[in-house]
Structure formats: structure tokens, C-alpha cells
């Protein structure tokens, strides 16, 4: 099956400084490249996504770029707020879904 | 804004029972799936499920599982023989048949088997 890796495990940044969440796939014929937010106690909400005909993607301040060629993906998320701190998940899609393994991202007041 | 609900929103059970999870899927969807996540790891895919059949399911999901939609409106996981690494978080999600990928998760079941 898919094979997905998602770096780094933890992230602490600054109030107002960016975070980049980084994750590679395995599968060439996955096409479609989900990021979920999970804060503690709930489900994971997705917050942004992006197709394999896409290269970037950008809602406010989240985006999300795709390098087809070399299997990565990632999350930047701009002027980050303590509410931004979360476990975030980036997953791929096969026929079946591939979670990542997730990022603790603190963002410190 | 519509959304996923389980129920209960915490399981005990001794090892050996049967359990059952509730789910109440989005109205109009008609992809319904279940998820896994032991304390502290990643998200893991079990089943998928559509138009009243299995449509994946992965290595996880052996014959201790079974899904079922008794009604229109209820999506359920049964674990037929808990065992002690059967604890975990159970998340139901549903999608449309035209945007799978596009899922919807509920808040999870927690399930203890003690």
C-alpha cells in the first residue's frame, strides 16, 4: 500500500511566524492530497486540499503546494496564532485513505 | 452546518464482548468510512463502505469487524471479540459519491477494553 511520511513530528513557532509541515507519498497513481487539523479531544477537520492537477493552493492564511514529480506535498500556514496549535495530518488517497503520522505544531504566545 | 455524530462518545468493555459503535453519517452522503487511531498514532483507514457493501477495507479490518447500515440513517461497527489492543479511537466519516476524498469526520468513540 501507500507509504506516507510526514515531517516533523513536533513544531513550535512564534505567534505570527510560519509553519511549514512537509509530506511524502509513495504511490505515483495517488491524486488527491488532504490536509486535516485535529485539536485534542475531536475529529480531524479538514482544512485544506489539493488535487494532482493543482501545483498550490491558498485559503487566507493556509496553503498547500504539490510536487508531483518528486511525491511531496506540504502545509504552509502564514501569521500563525496560538489557535493554530493543533495535531495536523496530511493524508493521501488511493482507494483507500493514507494518514500521515501527524504534527504537534505549538504556537507560543 | 451538517455534520458526523457517534455515539457513545466513551466505550468500556471487559475483553471478549461484542461492541458496537453508532454513527449518524451527513443526510445527503452516501460514502461512509471508519477509522482508527490507537493513543498517540496516526489515523488508519479500516472500511469504506457504499451502497449497503464493503467497497475497501484494509488489512486491519478482519472478521472481528463487520459494518453495517440497519437503517437509513445509522452506520455501525461491530467488534464481534474485543481485545485489549482493540482500545482506541473509533472515527466514523461520509463523503458524496462524487468527492470522496472530500470526508467528513465525527468526533470519535472512545473505546477501553480492559
Known amino acids: 500500500g501507500e507509504n506516507v511520511e510526514q515531517h516533523p513530528s513536533t513544531l513550535s513557532v512564534q505567534e505570527g511566524d510560519s509553519a511549514v509541515i512537509k509530506c511524502t507519498y509513495s504511490d505515483s497513481a495517488s491524486n488527491y492530497f488532504p490536509w486535516y487539523k485535529q485539536e485534542l479531544g475531536k475529529g480531524p477537520q479538514l482544512i485544506i486540499d489539493i488535487r494532482s492537477n493543482v501545483g498550490e493552493k491558498k485559503d487566507q492564511r493556509i496553503a498547500v503546494t504539490l510536487n508531483k514529480t518528486a511525491k511531496h506535498f506540504s502545509l504552509h500556514i502564514t501569521e500563525t496564532q496560538p489557535e493554530d496549535s493543533a495535531v495536523y495530518f496530511c493524508?493521501?488517497?488511493?482507494?483507500?485513505?493514507?494518514f500521515g503520522t501527524g504534527t504537534s505544531l505549538t504556537v507560543i504566545p | 452546518e451538517p455534520e458526523v455524530t457517534q455515539t457513545p462518545s466513551h466505550q468500556v468493555t471487559q475483553m471478549g464482548q461484542e461492541v458496537i459503535l453508532r454513527c449518524v453519517p451527513i443526510s445527503n452522503h452516501l460514502y461512509f468510512y471508519w477509522y482508527r487511531q490507537i493513543l498517540g498514532q496516526k489515523v488508519e483507514f479500516l472500511v469504506s463502505f457504499y451502497n449497503n457493501e464493503i467497497s475497501e477495507k484494509s488489512e486491519i479490518f478482519d472478521d472481528q469487524f463487520s459494518v453495517e447500515r440497519p437503517d437509513g440513517s445509522n452506520f455501525t461497527l461491530k467488534i464481534r471479540s474485543t481485545k485489549l489492543e482493540d482500545s482506541a479511537m473509533y472515527f466514523c466519516a461520509s463523503s458524496t459519491r462524487w468527492d470522496r476524498g472530500t470526508q467528513y469526520f465525527g468526533p470519535g468513540t472512545r473505546l477501553t477494553v480492559l
Open positions: 493524508a493521501v488517497t488511493g482507494n483507500q485513505f493514507y
